[in-house]
């Protein structure tokens, strides 16, 4: 019961499940923009430097996955900010959608590894 309600949760109340799931799964990421709903989105996340950063539902469909788009599009806003301090490794990343893409997913991953050894995901 408690399960189906979560479940449903995330999918009725999607903002809200967002802000509790930071808090709850002790997500502790200064993030640039607070990561915001999105209903209508494609993709899993998306950003624009300097501006926002939004979640889409496809990011809904797991534990794993909202983690992981949480940091992924964090990590674009962070790799903007380091090229415009002129930081040659962050301007070589950006310089190639692939790279900075797969550089983005990397640190996702690697953050939800460490992140799930200590908390618990449900799915
Ligand atoms: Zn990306």
Same mark, same amino acid.
């Given at each position: 019961?408690?399960?189906?309600?979560?479940?449903?949760?995330?999918?009725?109340? $999607?903002?809200?499940?967002?802000?509790?799931? !930071?808090?709850?799964?002790? !997500?502790? =990421?200064?993030?640039?923009? $607070?990561?915001?709903?999105?209903?209508?989105? =494609?993709?899993?996340?998306?950003?624009?430097?300097?501006?926002?950063?939004?979640?889409?539902?496809? %990011?809904?469909?797991?534990?794993? /996955?909202?983690?992981?788009?949480? !940091?992924?599009?964090?990590?674009?806003?962070?790799? #903007? %900010?380091? /090229?415009?301090?002129?930081?040659?490794? #962050?301007?070589?990343?950006? @310089?190639?959608? %692939?790279?900075?893409? @797969?550089? #983005?997913?990397?640190? #996702?991953?690697?953050?939800?590894?460490?992140?799930?050894?200590? =908390?618990?995901?449900?799915?």
């Amino acid at each position: 019961m408690e399960d189906w309600f979560k479940y449903r949760q995330r999918y009725q109340e $999607p903002q809200q499940f967002i802000d509790d799931f !930071i808090r709850q799964k002790n !997500i502790q =990421v200064r993030f640039t923009f $607070p990561p915001t709903f999105e209903s209508n989105l =494609v993709s899993f996340g998306k950003v624009r430097v300097g501006e926002f950063t939004k979640i889409g539902e496809k %990011a809904l469909i797991r534990d794993s /996955e909202l983690c992981k788009t949480l !940091i992924h599009e964090e990590i674009h806003h962070r790799l #903007a %900010a380091r /090229e415009q301090r002129d930081n040659l490794r #962050a301007r070589q990343i950006r @310089s190639s959608l %692939a790279l900075e893409e @797969s550089y #983005a997913d990397e640190v #996702a991953n690697r953050y939800f590894r460490m992140k799930s050894r200590k =908390v618990t995901f449900e799915h």
